[in-house]
């Protein structure tokens, strides 16, 4: 498992130089979340990142979320997408297309810290997991990575990991850029390395911190794990993933980096982007039939 669990990170850590992470080193939080969420009988997915300037969000986050929802729900799992209302279309419109009967709270502005105790009573996770989702600074803001202020647009989350944190729940995170939740874990190398890091860097941290060089990989690479846990392949494939893309684009969504509603993921093409998904994909397949399984 080990070697394989490397083969995954190297995939998953490609372009974080380009934002100054690529010196993490993580070891056993990737297998570690996996084993959490495989443990777990419900789990919370909070994804969603507004882009300030299109009032709309990204698609970075909402395949990744889709992705390890679709295998936790194969899983038997009970699933819950916790967004906001600039990201709560896009996710519906990739659920639907699965078919998968999970609940989608979209939190609105004005109540969130009302409606995040009020999840987390109604839930009762065994897991919370962030993907993509922006985090509170030190100085109770949220940033983009260009340093806007973003706090408006993003309904406040972190709530949730303070009371999961509060009651033992286990937890995890996804990220690229170090403004996301989850980031406190690595604060440090966060304000030291990356670019307008002191100010942007995200406070809460998660126990477990999968950094990546797109987000949406991280959800995929999760899929891929679990997949190799189970004895079974639990991830879609590239085709469903391209239709999945299409569809939240269609909802509104627009690259995080160009702002374009185009099939993109920060900035990067979508070759580049199915290209990822098909080899973490193919490397939980191969691994499934060296043990004879397909």
Not at 93 to 114: H, K, Q, R, T, V
Not at 129 to 158: F, H, L, N, V
């Amino acid at each position: 498992m080990k070697k394989y669990i490397e083969k995954i990170e190297k995939i998953i850590s490609r372009n974080s130089e380009q934002r100054g992470m690529s010196g993490i080193k993580l070891e056993k939080d990737l297998e570690n979340s996996a084993m959490d969420l495989n443990e777990s009988e419900t789990v919370l997915i909070v994804t969603g990142f507004c882009i300030k300037l299109c009032r709309i969000g990204e698609t970075d986050g909402p395949l990744g979320a889709i992705s390890l929802a679709h295998a936790l729900y194969m899983l038997k799992k009970k699933v819950v997408i916790v967004t906001d209302k600039y990201s709560g279309d896009l996710l519906k419109s990739g659920i639907d297309n699965l078919s998968l009967e999970i609940d989608i709270i979209a939190i609105e502005d004005e109540n969130s810290e009302a409606v995040n105790y009020e999840i987390m009573e109604k839930y009762k996770p065994q897991h919370v997991i962030a993907i993509e989702r922006p985090g509170r600074a030190k100085d109770g803001k949220s940033y983009s990575m260009r340093g806007e202020d973003i706090t408006e647009y993003s309904p406040d989350t972190d709530i949730i990991f303070e009371l999961a944190k509060r009651n033992g729940i286990k937890t995890s995170a996804i990220g690229d850029g170090g403004n996301e939740i989850g980031m406190g874990k690595i604060g440090d190398y966060v304000r030291d390395n990356v670019h307008l890091g002191e100010k942007i860097c995200a406070e809460t941290s998660a126990d477990n911190l999968i950094v990546a060089g797109v987000s949406n990989w991280g959800g995929h690479a999760l899929s891929s794990v679990l997949s190799v846990m189970n004895d079974r392949m639990l991830m879609y494939d590239a085709l469903t993933e391209t239709e999945i893309l299409k569809r939240i684009v269609l909802a509104g969504a627009v690259d995080g980096c160009t702002g374009e509603k185009e099939m993109t993921v920060d900035g990067l093409s979508f070759s580049e982007n199915i290209k990822t998904f098909r080899e973490l994909r193919e490397i939980a397949e191969n691994e499934l039939i060296k043990r004879k399984l397909i």
